[in-house]
């Protein structure tokens, strides 16, 4: 005796599989990485601390080179203009962050329903692997950094000129040959430095002299030599920033890892050149234009 059970409807079996799609892609991401991995910030956590160095570089520069301008560059005065300066560009810059990007957490359950916002978070181990890449750079380079004083290359003539303006708060040194004996025949005039109207005046921008006034006015001499380090960690973040947004948080740790390990960050993060806050600069610049968009 043959039994014939009625066979199942077909009709909503396609609706029905692609509805359940989603819930097994998810499940099977969620399966496929350690429990570790797994940890979830919010996405705004990683843009917010990405273009922090950037923010706080402008906030930085922009009072210093007003008040270097003027010939009254002072720690106090600097601070207190600094300190709300930097929290209302975090406050207005980070408040409109976005949540999600192209390419930023591909793994990333899919919405549960039509219409729904995905979810905006970031692997959170990545992000602390972005933050310790940074400060053990930056301790890397702070304890074998070059001690370059003498002026007879850039990173002399930077650490001069930042000494300079943290203690006398103008960038004009005034002439003084008697100094040097009063002797005859003096020239004042030597590489990165001009002589005009019985002054002495640098020929570099501001920029990075003023980040090493800072160093200065916290530790003197050993101070500055210490920035450059600074500097070099928070570059890298920046870059590891930039990366993220564009392929993705784990290539983001990688970019960071291959910049940090590279000869040329790593020359010019030891010694008082322009080039890692250039960076800082650039980079962070670049993450706020990829958020704006």
């Not at 390419?103 to 905006?120: C, N, Y």
């Not at 992000?127 to 750079?137: E, R």
């Not at 960071?256 to 010019?268: C, F, H, K, N, R």
């Amino acid at each position: 005796m043959h039994l014939r059970l009625p066979l199942p409807t077909v009709h909503g079996r396609a609706d029905d599989q692609q509805a359940e799609a989603p819930s097994r892609r998810s499940l099977a991401a969620r399966l496929s990485a350690p429990a570790a991995l797994r940890v979830r910030v919010p996405g705004r956590a990683f843009a917010a601390i990405t273009v922090a160095p950037a923010l706080l570089a402008v906030a930085w520069l922009l009072p210093g080179t007003g008040m270097l301008l003027a010939g009254r560059l002072r720690a106090v005065p600097m601070v207190i203009v600094f300190a709300p300066l930097a929290v209302a560009l975090c406050y207005f810059a980070m408040g409109r962050l976005p949540t999600r990007w192209p390419r930023f957490g591909e793994a990333e359950p899919e919405p549960a329903r039509a219409g729904a916002r995905p979810k905006a978070d970031a692997s959170a181990v990545a992000l602390l692997a972005m933050l310790a890449i940074a400060a053990g750079f930056g301790v890397w380079q702070a304890v074998l950094r070059s001690e370059q004083v003498f002026v007879t290359s850039d990173p002399g003539v930077y650490l001069q000129y930042g000494y300079w303006i943290a203690g006398h708060g103008t960038a004009r040194i005034p002439e003084s040959a008697s100094a040097f004996g009063g002797a005859q025949g003096l020239d004042f005039a030597t590489p990165g430095f001009t002589v005009s109207g019985g002054s002495i005046t640098p020929s570099f921008l501001p920029g990075l002299p003023l980040v090493l006034a800072g160093g200065a006015w916290l530790r003197g001499l050993s101070g500055a030599l210490l920035m450059p380090a600074v500097l070099g960690g928070c570059a890298v973040l920046s870059f590891a920033g930039l990366v993220g947004r564009l392929c993705g948080v784990w290539w983001g740790v990688a970019g960071e890892l291959v910049l940090a390990v590279g000869l040329p960050e790593v020359y010019t993060s030891r010694s008082p050149f322009s080039e890692p806050l250039v960076q800082v600069l650039l980079f962070g610049g670049l993450c706020l234009f990829i958020d704006s968009l």
